[in-house]
């Protein structure tokens, strides 16, 4: 009975963090799309919050490596996934603050805020996939 109410805890905590990263890509694609006109569609939002989701769900929470002589070296997916989980919330972030406080930034910001969500998410499922085949 233990052992099935923590992996449905754990199953509760990754739908978490997917809705999580949903939510986070959802703002950046409504940030970005009312920017960028070429951008203003239901699919490019729909990429946004999917890139969210296996990102968030993949990137947070890797398994990490022991601490001992033996994996003395940096741990190249717990590196990867904090990055891509700090440009990620970055963008999400940056992307609020513009919607809420209805700011009109240049249209550089614009694609910088993009970069940043596609850089931090592809960082996380790099370091999710990398973290979960070394089991």
Do not use: N
């Not at 509760?12 to 940030?31: D, H, K, S, T």
């Not at 440009?87 to 992307?95: I, L, N």
């Not at 809420?100 to 249209?107: A, E, F, K, M």
């Amino acid at each position: 009975m233990r052992f099935r109410v923590r992996k449905t805890a754990h199953v509760f905590e990754r739908v978490g963090l997917a809705m999580a990263g949903a939510a986070c890509g959802l703002f950046v694609g409504a940030y970005v799309g009312s920017a960028i006109s070429h951008l203003t569609t239901q699919g490019f939002l729909m990429v946004m919050m999917l890139l969210g989701v296996i990102g968030f769900y993949l990137g947070i929470d890797t398994p990490q490596l022991p601490f001992d002589e033996e994996h003395s070296r940096i741990d190249a997916a717990e590196f990867l996934s904090s990055a891509g989980t700090l440009f990620a919330t970055f963008a999400a972030f940056a992307s609020v603050a513009v919607i809420v406080l209805r700011l009109d930034p240049h249209l550089a910001w614009s694609w910088l805020v993009l970069v940043a969500w596609i850089a931090g998410v592809a960082m996380q499922i790099v370091a999710g996939a990398k973290a979960r085949m070394r089991k």
